[in-house]
């Protein structure tokens, strides 16, 4: 499915449609009307009803969603129906938190490898997958065409690494290095991960309490 | 600033109206349009006037919001105006990528102190600050008062760990744990700390490029 008129509001929302669906698929729930989605998202229905609608018609006035269905289509608008492959690129710190603790399929991505190029973390096994030689990533690339890198290098390495794995293919990088990475023209979608939203968010929560 | 009716959509939005006002301010833009907020955002103009007028009327019909005026009435909604204080408990690879590396006074926080039960990360000096050992937790809280602790202990200790933060008077939890906490009943405000929300919006935009 294909939207190109999406507003950004709607797509920040989608996270939480996906997590209450799947809450409710995995309660056994069969249906769920706009109202009780609103109830547990802090949305009002309306609002639910009107971003549904962007992405076509699957509820049935009277009677709600069907929760199957309406799971099928948020995970089909976020490409979970075809799930994604991804490698990971710096084994610090936080590229080793990642994959040990980091819940990728439920994100809807399926980690194949990770890289380093210090030798002392080669051959680690760190989760589901064991550390590689950065020398060798354009052979795993080529060879398993991974769609997304993680990226957890130095701020500095960030840009040139970037654009390497841009002329390797890989359609999207999940940039956690603070680095500005100019591959959008090289047809690359880049995601900022950020925390700092959620600190926000507590921040917000504690001068309110 | 208490606001106890703002619904869970407009504080969805807020780190971004925190994040683009920041870089207008340091860019030394005097004035703003809801217009050019709204393309730079992907809301509409609209929704964003619509959302500040929660906060209070901090803008002027045909001549836009004052940045400076309006980065303080946004920075006073996110408690940053009088900045919070912070513990870390639990140094392992998140815990010390964190402090490494995460910049917690952006997010309104100045972390004071580390903890960690492992004899051979104590008295390591990570970021800002030195691990110290946990069972020196209680007097530096005592003697310090953070308001808030980051939450980087394994799953199965985190319960345990929150229930003895809550007595000890920490007012908010920063949850990297996955554990469901339940010190809410204590007045303890908890945030999940949730990377899955981006490579969720990475999954989205990779479908549809």
Same mark, same amino acid.
């Given at each position: 499915m294909k939207n190109d008129n999406i507003s950004g509001s709607v797509i920040s929302r989608l996270p939480s449609y996906y997590h209450c669906v799947e809450e409710l698929y995995q309660c056994n729930c069969v249906r769920v009307s706009s109202a009780t989605l609103a109830q547990r998202l802090g949305y009002t229905a309306s609002q639910i009803r009107q971003d549904f609608s962007c992405f076509g018609e699957f509820g049935l006035q009277g *009677?709600? *969603?069907?929760v199957k269905k309406l799971r099928y289509e948020i995970r089909d608008i976020l490409g979970m129906n075809h799930p994604s492959t991804a490698i990971l690129i710096g084994c610090g710190n936080l590229g080793q938190a990642l994959l040990k603790n980091f819940n990728f399929p439920y994100g809807g991505f399926y980690m194949l490898a990770a890289f380093d190029v210090d030798v002392t973390k080669i051959g680690k096994q760190i989760g589901s997958v064991c550390i590689m030689d950065y020398k060798d990533m354009q052979k795993v690339i080529e060879e398993?065409?991974?769609?997304m890198a993680v990226l957890t290098v130095p701020q500095g390495e960030a840009a040139e690494i970037a654009s390497t794995l841009a002329d390797l293919g890989i359609r999207a990088i999940w940039n956690f290095t603070g680095a500005e990475l100019h591959v959008e023209d090289k047809g690359v979608v880049v995601e900022q991960a950020s925390l700092v939203d959620s600190l926000l968010t507590l921040g917000f929560r504690l001068n309110q309490a």
């Open positions: *009677y709600g *969603y069907n398993k065409l991974p769609d």
